[in-house]
């Protein structure tokens, strides 16, 4: 839209001031449109690594909890003298 809009600036339109700072303005929204695409991607991005290190922390505990069961299951009965 900015673009036909340049385009008819260029072919000096009656209104090309009114264009201009129409233009100016969808170059502007855009500009802030494209940077809040950029946050919410850089924030998911910091979403995903936080969960695949939660799923890391979670597998690792699993994975120590099973030794643990295993230990208490095996683990012989030795009486204690005194």
């Known amino acids: 839209m900015a673009e036909k809009g340049e385009q008819m600036v260029a072919d000096n339109h009656y ?15 855009k500009d802030e449109f494209e940077n809040k695409i950029k946050q919410r991607e850089d924030h998911l991005k910091k979403a995903m690594d936080i969960h695949e290190s939660l799923e890391q922390v979670q597998f690792g505990t699993l994975i120590v909890l099973s030794h643990v069961n295993i230990f208490l ?3 012989v009965h030795v009486p204690m003298s005194f």
Not at 15 to 29: H, P, Q, V
């Open 15 to 29: 209104a090309k001031e009114f264009i201009t700072s129409k233009c100016k303005e969808l170059y502007s929204m």
């Open 73 to 75: 299951k095996h683990r």
